[in-house]
């Protein structure tokens, strides 16, 4: 391999943008030796399939990896089937509304479900029709005595939450929850895996009322259907009363950084390097000194996103 390319596939895999899923596939994933929010979220969710979870941490902080973590974990556990959602792929996060995690678990669940019972096939299509949109027929306001079955009226389109702007229609949460109840109830029934739900992206919201909407609705929704679930939330949450956001679930959790200026995090950091360097760019037994790294460029991941910038401090002191 020439030099150039071996610069692009290390600059390649310490991209901060880069997707953690891949990085995860590929073995590029450092895990730290103290135990993570991950293993803590997953063997709660193994012995108690019911509780809720709230992942925090700064941007970069590893948080989705962690959600992935989780997944991976869980998928090895025969009874229980963890459904990732990144909500961010689904909708607006600057527009979403109460009820929109509701729809998301509806479609998901939906499936999964072994069924075709009226009530499971009702359901389905009530959250696709929620989702995408749909046809209803508008009766007409006009009443007349006639002997035949005729309704005068026509069919209305109507958007849903997940598409283009447009008359729309919001069915109340509580409808959704029932609707919720009966894909459920038949997953139960059928002696199905459980689903547990698995949201990304919530940490991008930065309006602190419309996540607080969410939690009191869409989440209460969720735990009363006895339903497993893990929210990425953003970190303001922990400078709002408890009783808002953090007491609203079973536990939280905290994604912290690594700290390059302590012993542990100068490791964790090196390894990172080993996992994603070449060592013809950076020698493996070459050690970054902890002076290159001062306390304003100390935020780095598991997955190693931090900014370009950042980064480029020490390789361009050892190139």
């Given at each position: 391999?020439?030099?150039?390319?071996?610069?692009?596939?290390?600059?390649?895999?310490?991209?901060?943008?880069?997707?953690?899923?891949?990085?995860?596939?590929?073995?590029?994933?450092?895990?730290?030796?103290?135990?993570?929010?991950?293993?803590?979220?997953?063997?709660?969710?193994?012995?108690?399939?019911?509780?809720?979870?709230?992942?925090?941490?700064?941007?970069?902080?590893g948080k989705t990896t962690e959600l992935l973590l989780v997944h991976e974990q869980l998928m090895n556990v025969?009874?229980?089937?963890?459904?990732?959602?990144?909500?961010?792929?689904?909708?607006?996060?600057?527009?979403?509304?109460?009820?929109?995690?509701?729809?998301?678990?509806?479609?998901?669940?939906?499936?999964?479900?072994?069924?075709?019972?009226?009530?499971?096939?009702?359901?389905?299509?009530?959250?696709?029709?929620?989702?995408?949109?749909?046809?209803?027929?508008?009766?007409?306001?006009?009443?007349?005595?006639?002997?035949?079955?005729?309704?005068?009226?026509?069919?209305?389109?109507?958007?849903?939450?997940?598409?283009?702007?447009?008359?729309?229609?919001?069915?109340?949460?509580?409808?959704?929850?029932?609707?919720?109840?009966?894909?459920?109830?038949?997953?139960?029934?059928?002696?199905?895996?459980?689903?547990?739900?698995?949201?990304?992206?919530?940490?991008?919201?930065?309006?602190?009322?419309?996540?607080?909407?969410?939690?009191?609705?869409?989440?209460?929704?969720?735990?009363?259907?006895?339903?497993?679930?893990?929210?990425?939330?953003?970190?303001?949450?922990?400078?709002?009363?408890?009783?808002?956001?953090?007491?609203?679930?079973?536990?939280?959790?905290?994604?912290?950084?690594?700290?390059?200026?302590?012993?542990?995090?100068?490791?964790?950091?090196?390894?990172?390097?080993?996992?994603?360097?070449?060592?013809?760019?950076?020698?493996?037994?070459?050690?970054?000194?902890?002076?290159?790294?001062?306390?304003?460029?100390?935020?780095?991941?598991?997955?190693?996103?931090?900014?370009?910038?950042?980064?480029?401090?020490?390789?361009?002191?050892?190139?």
């Amino acid at each position: 391999m020439e030099r150039r390319e071996r610069f692009r596939k290390t600059m390649a895999n310490l991209r901060s943008t880069g997707e953690p899923r891949k990085a995860l596939q590929n073995g590029l994933v450092v895990r730290p030796k103290n135990r993570t929010p991950a293993q803590e979220i997953a063997t709660r969710l193994e012995l108690d399939p019911q509780s809720s979870h709230l992942l925090l941490g700064g941007v970069g902080s590893g948080k989705t990896t962690e959600l992935l973590l989780v997944h991976e974990q869980l998928m090895n556990v025969a009874d229980l089937a963890p459904l990732l959602i990144d909500v961010s792929e689904w909708h607006d996060l600057t527009t979403l509304e109460s009820g929109s995690l509701l729809v998301m678990a509806g479609c998901a669940i939906a499936k999964r479900v072994p069924s075709n019972e009226a009530a499971v096939v009702t359901a389905a299509n009530s959250f696709g029709k929620w989702a995408y949109g749909g046809r209803r027929w508008a009766s007409a306001e006009v009443h007349y005595d006639s002997d035949d079955d005729y309704e005068p009226g026509e069919w209305v389109s109507f958007s849903g939450m997940f598409s283009p702007p447009g008359s729309s229609e919001q069915a109340p949460v509580a409808e959704m929850r029932e609707a919720l109840r009966a894909l459920v109830t038949a997953i139960r029934d059928n002696e199905q895996p459980l689903p547990i739900l698995l949201f990304d992206s919530l940490d991008r919201i930065f309006d602190e009322n419309r996540f607080l909407a969410l939690i009191q609705q869409d989440l209460e929704a969720l735990k009363s259907l006895a339903i497993g679930c893990v929210l990425i939330g953003p970190i303001t949450a922990l400078y709002e009363e408890r009783k808002l956001v953090l007491d609203r679930f079973d536990k939280w959790h905290l994604q912290r950084w690594a700290d390059p200026r302590s012993d542990d995090g100068l490791k964790f950091l090196t390894d990172v390097l080993a996992k994603r360097a070449d060592p013809d760019v950076i020698p493996l037994e070459i050690q970054p000194p902890s002076q290159f790294f001062p306390a304003a460029l100390c935020a780095i991941s598991s997955h190693w996103r931090t900014p370009a910038w950042k980064r480029h401090i020490w390789m361009e002191r050892m190139l």
